[in-house]
């Protein structure tokens, strides 16, 4: 088989973003997950927020329906983001083995299956008419594999001949078993190609006829600097990827969205100071919903001034609902993306590779693998930890499913 052959039929050595993101931060860790494919055992979460919001835009901004009633659409796109809830939640209660969930988890379901539906609306009805001027959906949930070529060699393909890629490739062709037949070490196989892989949440059109990748994220808190936009592995990436498989993207469109959404401020049970409605700091306000309202229904306070701090509060320093942004990307930068891809990828595949530990204060508290990493730097045996608490599975994006890795898409 041909490379192209290979790709089709996923006998290939997957590289993702979150893989080299890991690698960066510790090899042990990566190693125990990307090589060792040990995954902490978990149970299935009532709602995995993330894939039921990504759902929701799949289905709005669906090229087929673009030129529909976006009210109308609005209105699916919610319903599939409450009937990919749903299915979460049976699948979380049929793994339980119980006949429902526990009160706990039925309240955390219900508030956020409530989040989820205020900021689909809020998004729809008053973010996207605005923002969304000018574009273009071509294709939403683009899933690639582009072949990675060696950065030293200018070889086109890099292969890779790791323990995985072997068990892979006897998977399609059992008779080199059956036969007694060749080792990866003492043969003439080349291996399989190392491929970078990725899946797009959308692929847009603006009115100048440039294609820009759009990728959907949410978050309790914004952003607060964006200065890791221009650097960020998976923007760059994806542009990359894109430009290999002959697409000419101008770049990246990052658009976030805070986990809350604004609602009109409460009217307090009598006036206080004069004022029919909150002026409490800490509710989910926004600027124009809050000015509509004190102007209909307290228009006497409003023209009094005794709304002037709370709006001037609301308009300049009150926390934004969402935030967009545009990067793109150069043909040198590409270049230069492209080289560190290929020579990480030599890293990673590299069978002598040094594996060691890389601690520090933060991404070891976080760090899954604490307690076989521990054990294996007393020299204890690490192997019971991690086969008693974790389980060896296939990764993520082999078994096509969703995860709320960070950056991991």
Known sequence: MDVNDLIENKLVHEIHTSGRKAFRTCRRSWDYTFRQQYYP????????????????????????????????????????????????????????GHLYLENEQEDDYAERLELGIGMLKYYFESVAPKIDKGWTPVKVE??????????ETGEEYIWCKCDNCWAKWISKNPEIVADGGFIPSDSNWQGLPVVYAGRLDMLAID???????????????????????????????????????????????????????????????????GRLYTISKSEPLE?????????????????????DEMLRYLKDDNVDYYARYQIAKSLPELE?????????AMEMINPELRIYPSPSRFGCSWCAYQSPCMEQNAQGDYRYALDTMFEQREHYYIRNEPTTEKGAR
């Open 287 to 307: 600027y124009q919903m809050y000015l509509d309202t004190v102007m209909e229904h307290d228009k006497a306070a409003y023209e009094e001034g005794l709304y």
């Open 41 to 96: 055992k978990l149970t299935a979460k009532p709602l995995e927020f993330g894939s039921a919001y990504h759902k929701a835009m799949e289905v709005y901004y669906n090229p087929q329906t673009w030129d529909w009633d976006r009210e109308t659409v609005a209105g699916i796109a919610i319903l599939a983001f409450v009937n990919m809830c749903e299915e979460q939640k049976a699948a979380a209660v049929e793994t339980s």
């Open 142 to 151: 683009i899933s690639f594999m582009v072949p990675i070529e060696n950065p």
């Open 336 to 344: 230069e993306i492209e080289k560190n891809i290929g020579l990480e």
């Open 207 to 273: 009115e100048n006829g440039n294609y820009w990748i759009f990728d959907w994220k949410t978050a309790a808190q914004l952003s607060q600097r964006t200065d890791f936009l221009y650097l960020d592995d998976q923007i760059g990436s994806y542009n990359w990827a894109l430009m290999k498989l002959g697409v000419n993207v101008k770049g990246f469109v990052y658009h976030e969205q805070r986990k809350a959404f604004p609602q009109p401020p409460k009217q307090n049970k009598s006036r206080r100071m």
